[in-house]
């Protein structure tokens, strides 16, 4: 059913660091949209998902601005390819129930999710996981 919109409004109910849900990743990314998204900084985002693969909100000025670009990307294909090229280099890839950008060259990500030897600790956990830009 997304297969047929251009655009996905990815907005989290949280501006929390990291915090970056499947509405990026499975909603618009896995479906061919390209995500409009609202949470984490615009940097955050760009350490996670595909470089000039999503649209953050916060890079506009007010919504007007944001329409005018949304109209600018519809009616040029050379614009909307750009948010698409990452897709000739990664996969969207399913496991087991999370989504990970993964280069078609490198299963990195797979073998770290494998390894469960690794341990971690906080000392403040409520603390680590509440934290908000």
């Given at each position: 059913m997304l297969f047929?919109?251009?655009?996905?409004?990815?907005?989290e109910n949280a501006h929390c660091q990291d915090y970056i849900t499947e509405k990026a990743f499975y909603n618009a990314l896995a479906h061919g949209s390209i995500p409009i998204v609202l949470g984490a900084s615009e940097n955050n985002?760009?350490?996670?998902?595909?470089?000039?693969?999503f649209?953050?909100?916060?890079?506009f000025t007010g919504i007007k601005q944001l329409v005018g670009e949304l109209e600018r990307v519809s009616k040029h294909l050379d614009v909307f390819t750009i948010y698409h090229r990452w897709r000739t280099d990664y996969r969207l890839i399913s496991w087991?129930?999370?989504?990970f950008i993964d280069d078609r060259f490198?299963?990195?990500c797979m073998r770290l999710q494998e390894n469960h030897n690794e341990r971690k600790s906080y000392s403040n956990f409520s603390e680590?996981?509440?934290?908000c830009e």
């Open positions: 047929r919109y251009k655009f996905y409004l990815a907005f985002y760009r350490q996670i998902l595909p470089s000039d693969s649209i953050h909100i916060d890079h087991p129930s999370n989504y490198c299963d990195l680590w996981l509440n934290r």
